[in-house]
């Protein structure tokens, strides 16, 4: 907290003590014994009123005088005051009853609001703030002598390496060239379990080095790394307001000098008219400005959204913006691409088939043997199936058919892996698979051992995810992939999806979602999820673009409107849950403060509504409201 909110917090409470002990002595002592009269201890009243109200409000008036000066006549401030020093005013009408000690408390219940506000706000940031922390202050660099240099990341060009010991933050974007160690990605995914990494790992910036001394080899500038991109979207999030927000920034606009205006008809014309005395009227009209100031509507609505993104980011959602926040709360379409968003962009092993009296582990063992001199993805896999370490001791006299496989003696065997024109050419018989994938088949010696089936592997959570989201009340999840169509045909099955679409260019996906958007319904809108540079026009084109961050393309990142910082798609439900968790509290306190409001300005115009009342209205509708708007940033349930 810094210093200036905490001599304002302490000015409040120190004025709330004097008007608990004016108010006691008012009350419990005969002062008009003691002075003589009742007048003079209204007048004696007025004189201890004023200090606590002085103490708690006076930057209120100089606000007021300021906007008035500036031709910023009608807001909140100006409420306050006007209604304060009417009443106050009211002691000097012989015919009115003392109203000091509503005019003290309701300056100084307006500035309890305040506080209130305040806390809110500062404990919704506290997610964000934190957000702050992950920038690094320094990078590791060689310096021409050998030694480590602690420079500024920003100076640090694009391939230079850099040195990050354990404790410290990954400064740069890059990828590891030396040394194994356990990142801590809480801070940017959420994600509680550490991350481990080895020598070609991609690190992003912000993470914390945990264990092992790493050398990275920088591949972005400090600019457009992940950590300065996340704080980019944070800082402009609060720019781009809900429509929600908009209306409540359009109502006050118009509000307040509608209720100026009927207050001031209260107060002059009634008695003009012959209608009561003068004391009476002006103390109504007084009483209705204090009732009709917005705060609770004007407070409570942006805190809502703002705690609604601040929850967010604690798990690994980065919203950027209300406007976003809010449409998610009406999304019954979700759109995805296939690779790298439902499934991994990853070749894996998904099956394998031995043939008759040969086992799977002797199988596997060949195929990773065979291709132990290669690097191809689909190669990697299958030896990372395997699982344990390929003794090249073992292989002899290997090379590669083109297009076709790899052939290889392993202990003296002749053993050939590869696709059917492989086995065709061998004159081997091969055996079909029901499964969708890149077959690889293996024979020894010109006899067939059976196949490995391999395939871009389905997400862990990606099943989960499609259910959520029904769940949630989704009504249609689509996927449209450039892959084949027996390859989709299988993820869709797989997933549950209502709909696919093979095949497909980046400009088909277009065409695609343009044809989904005519169909939804008016107030349903439509999100698509992608992570690729191809899915760049289609994540602008869509009402929500949700992109997949960790390993996302920065094309994608800086087209959507939502960031999913883990790559889990099983995020996307927990941020519709929570979005529409937001618009019903925002709806709440909309319905909940007109709703008071519009009773005790009614009370107030015919009357019965006194000061005490109108304190109500204003400040304890505004502390119920924040207090509900708070409810946002609790997202343990989502976790």
């Given at each position: 907290?810094?210093k200036?909110?905490?001599?304002?917090?302490?000015?409040?409470?120190?004025?709330?003590?004097?008007?608990v002990?004016?108010?006691?002595?008012?009350?419990?002592?005969?002062?008009s014994?003691?002075?003589?009269?009742?007048?003079?201890?209204v007048?004696?009243e007025?004189?201890?009123?004023?200090?606590?109200?002085?103490?708690?409000?006076?930057?209120v008036?100089?606000?007021?005088?300021?906007?008035?000066?500036?031709?910023?006549?009608?807001?909140?401030?100006?409420?306050?005051?006007?209604?304060?020093?009417?009443?106050?005013?009211?002691?000097?009408?012989p015919?009115?009853?003392?109203?000091?000690?509503?005019g003290?408390?309701?300056?100084?219940?307006?500035?309890?609001?305040?506080?209130?506000?305040?806390?809110?706000?500062?404990?919704?940031?506290?997610?964000?703030a934190?957000?702050?922390?992950?920038?690094p202050?320094?990078?590791?660099?060689?310096?021409?002598?050998?030694?480590?240099?602690?420079?500024?990341?920003?100076?640090?060009?694009v391939g230079?390496?850099?040195?990050?010991?354990?404790?410290?933050?990954?400064?740069i974007?890059?990828?590891?060239?030396?040394?194994?160690?356990?990142?801590?990605?809480?801070?940017?995914?959420?994600?509680?379990?550490?991350?481990?990494?080895?020598?070609?790992?991609?690190?992003?910036?912000?993470?914390?080095?945990?264990?092992?001394?790493?050398?990275?080899?920088?591949?972005?500038?400090?600019?457009?790394?992940?950590?300065?991109?996340?704080?980019?979207?944070?800082?402009?999030?609060?720019?781009?307001?809900?429509?929600?927000?908009?209306?409540?920034?359009?109502?006050?606009?118009?509000?307040t000098?509608?209720?100026?205006?009927?207050?001031?008809?209260?107060a002059?014309?009634?008695?003009?008219?012959?209608?009561?005395?003068?004391?009476?009227?002006?103390?109504?009209?007084?009483?209705?400005?204090?009732?009709?100031?917005?705060?609770?509507?004007?407070?409570?609505?942006?805190?809502?959204?703002?705690?609604?993104?601040?929850g967010?980011?604690?798990l690994g959602?980065?919203?950027?913006?209300?406007?976003?926040l809010?449409?998610?709360?009406?999304?019954?379409?979700?759109?995805?691409?296939?690779?790298?968003t439902?499934?991994?962009?990853?070749?894996?092993?998904?099956?394998?088939?031995?043939?008759?009296?040969?086992?799977?582990?002797?199988?596997?063992?060949?195929?990773?043997?065979?291709e132990?001199?290669?690097?191809?993805?689909?190669?990697?896999?299958?030896?990372?199936?395997?699982?344990?370490?390929?003794?090249?001791?073992?292989v002899?006299?290997?090379?590669?058919?083109?297009?076709?496989?790899?052939?290889?003696?392993?202990?003296?065997?002749?053993v050939?892996?590869?696709?059917?024109?492989?086995?065709?050419?061998?004159?081997?018989?091969?055996?079909n698979?029901?499964l969708?994938?890149?077959?690889?088949?293996?024979?020894?010696?010109?006899?067939?051992?059976?196949h490995?089936v391999?395939?871009?592997?389905?997400k862990?959570?990606?099943?989960?995810?499609?259910?959520?989201?029904?769940?949630?009340?989704?009504?249609?999840?689509?996927?449209?992939?450039?892959?084949?169509?027996?390859?989709?045909?299988?993820?869709?099955?797989?997933?549950s999806?209502?709909?696919?679409?093979?095949?497909?260019?980046?400009?088909?996906?277009?065409?695609?979602?343009?044809?989904?958007?005519?169909?939804?319904?008016?107030?349903?809108?439509?999100?698509?999820?992608g992570?690729?540079?191809?899915?760049?026009?289609?994540?602008?084109?869509?009402?929500?673009?949700?992109?997949?961050?960790?390993?996302?393309?920065?094309?994608?990142?800086?087209?959507?409107?939502?960031?999913?910082?883990?790559?889990?798609?099983?995020?996307?439900?927990?941020?519709?849950?929570?979005?529409?968790?937001?618009?019903?509290?925002?709806?709440?306190?909309?319905?909940?403060?007109?709703g008071?409001?519009?009773?005790?300005?009614?009370?107030?115009?015919?009357?019965?509504?006194?000061?005490?009342?109108?304190?109500?209205?204003?400040?304890?509708?505004a502390?119920?409201?924040?207090?509900?708007?708070?409810?946002?940033?609790n997202?343990?349930k989502?976790?």
């Amino acid at each position: 907290m810094n210093k200036k909110l905490r001599r304002w917090r302490k000015r409040i409470v120190l004025a709330l003590v004097l008007f608990v002990l004016i108010f006691a002595i008012t009350e419990l002592l005969p002062l008009s014994v003691w002075l003589g009269s009742e007048r003079n201890a209204v007048y004696a009243e007025l004189v201890l009123y004023l200090i606590p109200y002085a103490i708690a409000g006076y930057d209120v008036l100089l606000k007021a005088a300021r906007n008035i000066k500036n031709g910023q006549v009608f807001d909140e401030n100006f409420l306050m005051a006007v209604a304060t020093i009417g009443a106050f005013s009211l002691v000097f009408f012989p015919d009115s009853g003392p109203h000091m000690a509503e005019g003290a408390a309701v300056m100084l219940f307006y500035q309890v609001g305040e506080l209130f506000q305040q806390y809110a706000v500062g404990k919704s940031r506290k997610s964000i703030a934190a957000m702050m922390d992950i920038v690094p202050d320094f990078a590791n660099v060689r310096n021409a002598n050998g030694d480590l240099e602690q420079v500024d990341p920003d100076s640090v060009a694009v391939g230079s390496e850099i040195i990050v010991k354990p404790g410290e933050r990954v400064p740069i974007d890059g990828i590891v060239v030396e040394g194994t160690s356990q990142l801590d990605t809480a801070a940017l995914t959420g994600e509680s379990v550490p991350r481990a990494i080895e020598a070609g790992s991609e690190v992003v910036s912000g993470c914390v080095n945990l264990t092992g001394l790493l050398t990275i080899k920088t591949t972005k500038p400090f600019g457009e790394s992940t950590v300065s991109r996340i704080l980019e979207l944070v800082e402009n999030a609060a720019e781009k307001k809900a429509h929600t927000e908009n209306f409540i920034t359009r109502f006050a606009r118009y509000y307040t000098p509608a209720v100026c205006g009927v207050a001031l008809a209260l107060a002059v014309l009634p008695p003009l008219l012959g209608f009561g005395a003068w004391s009476d009227w002006v103390f109504r009209g007084l009483t209705f400005l204090v009732v009709s100031c917005p705060c609770a509507l004007v407070i409570s609505v942006p805190l809502s959204f703002f705690g609604g993104i601040g929850g967010a980011s604690k798990l690994g959602i980065l919203i950027k913006g209300s406007n976003y926040l809010e449409s998610l709360a009406s999304v019954d379409t979700v759109v995805f691409d296939k690779t790298g968003t439902l499934t991994s962009g990853t070749f894996g092993v998904v099956a394998v088939h031995p043939a008759e009296g040969v086992e799977s582990d002797r199988l596997l063992e060949l195929a990773a043997h065979a291709e132990a001199y290669s690097d191809h993805p689909i190669a990697m896999s299958v030896k990372h199936a395997y699982g344990e370490r390929v003794d090249e001791a073992r292989v002899s006299n290997a090379s590669e058919v083109s297009g076709r496989g790899v052939q290889a003696e392993i202990d003296g065997a002749r053993v050939s892996v590869g696709n059917d024109k492989l086995m065709a050419s061998l004159d081997i018989d091969a055996s079909n698979c029901e499964l969708v994938g890149t077959m690889l088949h293996v024979a020894e010696n010109g006899k067939y051992l059976g196949h490995i089936v391999i395939a871009d592997m389905v997400k862990d959570d990606a099943a989960k995810t499609i259910a959520d989201l029904h769940a949630a009340g989704v009504t249609k999840t689509v996927m449209l992939t450039g892959d084949a169509e027996e390859v989709a045909r299988s993820v869709a099955s797989t997933l549950s999806l209502d709909e696919f679409h093979a095949k497909l260019l980046p400009q088909d996906k277009v065409a695609e979602v343009e044809r989904l958007l005519d169909e939804e319904s008016k107030k349903g809108k439509l999100a698509f999820v992608g992570d690729g540079i191809n899915d760049a026009p289609v994540l602008t084109r869509a009402d929500i673009g949700i992109a997949m961050g960790a390993m996302g393309s920065d094309a994608a990142i800086e087209a959507a409107d939502i960031v999913l910082m883990d790559d889990k798609p099983s995020n996307i439900a927990k941020a519709i849950r929570l979005s529409r968790k937001t618009m019903g509290i925002v709806w709440q306190n909309i319905v909940f403060a007109l709703g008071v409001k519009l009773a005790v300005l009614v009370l107030a115009a015919v009357g019965i509504a006194n000061m005490w009342m109108a304190v109500f209205a204003d400040v304890g509708v505004a502390i119920l409201a924040i207090l509900n708007a708070m409810r946002c940033m609790n997202v343990k349930k989502f976790q």
